[in-house]
């Protein structure tokens, strides 16, 4: 029940196209969802996130879409570039305070921008 | 910008040795954690440090692992015996505050150390 789900692994896409990576969770609890960009050799850094309040965030060319009946949020990269080449994970977190701000990953998507 | 440093940014140890991972938190920054991601996989949590002392712990996070503070700007990992399965990169992380209720949640990594059992 802990677990979140991501998809594609894996992503190819032309610059200037969109990528999309899907992510789907079970455990209701969940309050926040957060996206996180890797680059090779880095720490995951925070790209942007959500809470289940609103169905959409938007910054810049990244959007997030929440679904909350069915349990899945996914983002979007507009106007790919090569520079957004990286691996994303999806995460949530949640529930009472006592759970020590555990961020729960998905499986990562590694994304590759073509010029 | 303040940042996350770890130290070493990569050690070799042999099985059975005892192994300190280093971290420095962003100074204003009162929750601590650890996560690891084994080669290829995903990023998995370990333990949250608050007010000088645990707050969850995963399953992972076991009698071989310890965290501690020693004084008012590390943070470190120890491994006391470690395993073969315990080579991956190990990430420290700070947050100002509480990520599902308050804006300040947002956890900042470092770059990692990358641990080898060999």
């Known amino acids: 029940q802990q677990q979140v789900k991501q998809s594609p692994q894996s992503l190819i896409v032309q610059k200037g196209g969109i990528s999309i990576i899907n992510c789907a969770y079970e455990n209701t609890a969940f309050d926040y969802f957060p996206w996180y960009q890797q680059f090779p050799g880095k720490g995951p850094a925070l790209l942007i996130a959500?809470?289940?309040?609103?169905s959409e965030k938007k910054e810049g060319r990244f959007t997030i879409s929440f679904n909350k009946s069915a349990k899945q949020f996914s983002l979007h990269i507009m106007d790919s570039q090569p520079g957004d080449s990286a691996t994303y994970f999806c995460?949530?977190?949640?529930?009472?305070?006592?759970?020590?701000?555990?961020?729960?990953f998905g499986g990562g998507t590694r994304v590759l921008v073509k010029p | 910008e303040p940042e996350v440093t770890q130290t070493p940014s990569h050690q070799v140890t042999q099985m059975g040795q005892e192994v300190i991972l280093r971290c420095v938190p962003i100074?204003?920054?009162?929750?601590f954690y650890w996560y690891r991601q084994i080669l290829g996989q995903k990023v998995e949590f370990l333990v949250s440090f608050y007010n000088n002392e645990i707050s969850e712990k995963s399953e992972i996070f076991d009698d071989q692992f310890s965290v501690e503070r020693p004084d008012g700007s590390n943070f470190t990992l120890k491994i006391r015996s470690t395993k073969l399965e315990d080579s991956a990169m190990y990430f420290c992380?700070?947050?100002?505050?509480?990520?599902?209720?308050?804006?300040?949640?947002?956890?900042?990594f470092g770059e990692g150390s990358r641990l080898t059992v060999l």
């Open positions: 992380a700070s947050s100002e505050g509480f990520g599902s209720v308050a804006n300040t949640g947002e956890l900042f």
């Open positions: 995460a949530a977190n949640g529930g009472a305070e006592a759970a020590g701000n555990k961020l729960t």
């Open positions: 959500i809470r289940p309040d609103v």
């Open positions: 100074s204003n920054h009162l929750y």
